[in-house]
Nanobody, 123 residues
């Protein structure tokens, strides 16, 4: 199994910055895609940014140019640098990954979620 532990959320004023980190641990062969999603009150969970093992990235239009996702494959970590934050960025942010697991029947891929970290943008 895979555990994802997030850190770095908090309260910041509009225009400020935050850095979210997520570390994957457990029993797996490798970590494929990693990403961040968020869920605001009363809304569905939405994609924020994803990054492949080869460092190809994908961003939601609402965060392009403000957020940057990066990862360290050796440490199985992913970081979301969030700049020029807006009140509408307020949400619980969840780390996600697809892990490749070795089984007696071959390799399989499962998705895992972190517990979430609160990000609040307010003056």
């Amino acid at each position: 199994q895979v555990q994802l532990v997030e850190s770095g959320g908090g309260l910041v004023q509009p225009g400020g910055s935050l850095r979210l980190s997520c570390a994957a641990s457990g029993s797996f062969f490798s970590i494929a895609d990693m990403g961040w999603y968020r869920q605001a009150p009363g809304k569905e969970r939405e994609l924020v940014a994803t990054i492949t093992r080869g460092a190809s990235t994908n961003y939601a239009d609402s965060v392009k140019g403000r957020f940057t996702i990066s990862r360290d494959n050796a440490k199985n970590t992913v970081v979301l640098q969030m700049n020029t934050l807006r009140p509408e960025d307020t949400a619980v942010y969840y780390c996600n990954c697809r892990a490749v697991l070795a089984t007696p029947w071959g390799a399989t891929t499962n998705a895992y979620w972190g517990q979430g970290t609160q990000v609040t943008i307010s003056s």
